[in-house]
């Protein structure tokens, strides 16, 4: 599945880095040093799950755990198909909407966080409520309402849909506009347009991110800031590693879903930063031969949702079609866990106490 376009974006800002960027690894798979014009593989670092990631999966293990099957979860825990297919095959029954979910069961709140109306409906109908809404969107959460409280008007970048987006926006409906993309910064209507802050979606691109609130600062010159980035350090770090391997690269194969925001900005960074050509595909059976024509370095990275044994997968498909040899670009160290869900961490203490 290609993911096509030029990007128009300019400028950098990578931020939240928790070592240093640049340094040339190896892959520890047994492959031998790189020869100029071989066939070779640019393997990008970090890739694949983030913190928020690992903790929204590892909720839904341990609550099967504890709690046995069926544990409702209501969404797409993370956007990607093989962790869906994964979790349900252990028990999970994933659902639209908590209406769904038969009353006093155990229900899981994906990592896209939800507006308040949805914990309001969840206590309605009885439910045992798991939050493994990422924290860095709870802080997004935090930073709406707190702007929405001092009677600011607050332009929301992100993508129309999106299920974090609805999330957010939930947390003050009235006082939230949603802005997508550089464009639509230029026709946003406001009530007093010297009262206006901005937010934006966890998942989207740095430098197009930029470049929509210099456009909205053109219109809006009092318009605050937020108190700290909201574009997550997984999404930067992921495009930062992106813009080291696409400039060496004929072909940036990105595994991810293409339900998976972060996933398809990694795609448009790579255009944008010299791939010739750059797709997403959920797993190896997606590529294509053709793609391989002519192309003597592939750069392969994924998004924050994707397990490892799927890139695993394309190293191992790319190795078939004489890719053998991978290289490490390690741009970015990241160290970064969280805790598990308060609700989830009382019930494993309450079942080790008997
Ligand atoms: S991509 Fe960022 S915001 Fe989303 S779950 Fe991962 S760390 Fe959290």
Same mark, same amino acid.
């Given at each position: 599945m290609s993911v096509g376009g030029a990007w128009e974006g300019g400028g950098t800002a990578v931020s939240a880095r928790t070592g240093p960027a640049g340094a040339r690894g190896t892959y520890d798979g047994g492959m031998t040093h790189t020869p100029a014009l071989a066939k070779r593989v640019l393997l990008a670092q970090p890739r694949g799950y983030c913190a928020g =990631?690992?903790?929204a999966i590892d909720s839904v293990e341990k609550a099967l755990a504890i709690h046995g099957a069926p544990v409702y979860v209501r969404k797409q825990i993370v956007h990607n198909k093989h962790v869906v297919a994964d979790l349900e095959a252990k028990g999970a029954i994933f659902v639209e909407e908590t209406a769904e979910v038969p009353e006093g069961s155990i229900v =899981?709140?994906?990592?896209h966080g939800v507006a308040p109306t949805v914990y309001a409906e969840a206590t309605q109908r009885n439910l045992r409520t798991i939050d493994a809404t990422c924290p860095l969107v709870t802080k997004v959460h935090h930073e709406a309402r707190r702007f929405s409280e001092? &009677?600011?008007?607050i332009l929301l970048i992100g993508h129309a849909g999106h299920e974090e987006v609805v999330g957010t926006a939930g947390q003050a409906p009235e006082q939230v506009m949603l802005v997508d993309g550089p464009l639509e910064a230029a026709r946003v209507e406001v009530r007093d347009p010297s009262r206006v802050a901005w937010l934006s979606q966890t998942t989207l691109s740095v430098d197009e991110t930029l470049e929509t609130v210099h456009a909205l600062r053109e219109r809006f010159p009092n318009l605050m800031d937020p108190p700290s980035d909201d574009i997550c350090y997984a999404t930067q770090n992921r495009q930062a590693a992106v813009k080291q391997i696409a400039p060496a690269s004929d072909l940036v194969i990105v595994v991810g879903s293409r339900n998976s925001s972060?996933? =398809?900005r990694l795609v448009e960074v790579a255009l944008e930063s010299g791939a010739k050509a750059s797709y997403l595909v959920d797993d190896a059976g997606e590529i294509d031969e053709a793609w391989l024509d002519s192309v003597t370095t592939i750069g392969l990275t994924s998004g924050a949702s994707v397990p490892d044994s799927l890139v695993l997968g394309v190293l191992d498909w790319l190795? &078939?079609? &004489?890719?053998?040899?991978v290289e490490e670009i390690d741009a970015v160290r990241e160290t970064l866990t969280f805790a598990l869900p308060p609700e989830l961490r009382r019930d494993i203490k309450e079942r080790a106490n008997g």
């Open positions: =990631v690992e903790r =899981v709140l994906s990592a001092q &009677g600011l008007e972060n996933s =398809v190795r &078939g079609h &004489g890719f053998d040899n």
